[in-house]
């Protein structure tokens, strides 16, 4: 099974506070953007909630990470370009919590569906930590710079394989906004997943 979750991105919102850059974003300008989740092939059909919540996800399901612009913009793209293990069970992360046989989470992945059809491109950036509190020891940081050199509609994600680990999981998720082809910022906020106990 797949959990689609998708942060709607207020893009007035951040045209009004442009800034940040890849690997020292700025922070969002409206919190925890709400989101929407759910399996399957229509989205119209999630549900939504808000961006405070802690998603719940089945044991041994992999998780599908996207962002999109809540105003529908024709103009805009969004891509998440960054994932941040901050804190499991609200203790911070160590490499014994990711890695081994307990691992929590395992290779994150950057995709998008239309590389074929769209000058979209996920290139490898920059892999120094970054967090909030600039604490890199506790800290896995995954990321990949992108280049969005076009508006168009797009639908780039961040991949987490099947989590098999009961608990929840705070992370940090870096994206880019660009309008009409040009780059407003890069921005960050810390939401949350909740991994069902299996069984």
Not at 72 to 88: D, F, K, R
Not at 127 to 139: A, I, K, T, V
Request: aromatic share 10%; net charge negative; proline share 8%.
């Amino acid at each position: 099974m797949t959990m689609h979750i998708i942060f709607l991105i207020d893009t007035n919102a951040i045209q009004q506070a442009p800034g940040g850059q890849f690997g020292n974003p700025a922070s969002y300008p409206k919190g925890h953007p709400p989101l929407k989740y759910g399996r399957g092939d229509n989205p119209d059909a999630y549900t939504n909630q808000s961006g405070d919540t802690a998603v719940t996800v089945a044991f041994n399901e992999e998780v599908l990470i996207s962002v999109q612009d809540s105003n529908s913009g024709i103009n805009v793209a969004c891509a998440p370009v960054g994932l941040v293990a901050m804190t499991w069970q609200g203790n911070p992360v160590t490499l014994a919590n990711l890695t081994g046989g307990d691992a929590v989470i395992g290779d994150i992945s950057f995709r998008d569906d239309r590389t074929d059809l769209y000058d979209y491109n996920y290139v490898v950036g920059s892999n120094s930590p970054w967090s909030p509190d600039n604490e890199n020891d506790n800290y896995l940081v995954t990321r990949h710079d992108a280049t969005l050199l076009s508006p168009v509609k797009r639908n780039p994600y961040i991949v987490i394989p099947a989590l098999t680990v009961p608990g929840t999981l705070q992370y940090g998720l870096e994206f880019y906004c660009a309008i009409q082809g040009t780059l407003v910022g890069t921005y960050w906020f810390d939401p949350k997943i909740t991994i069902s106990a299996s069984g």
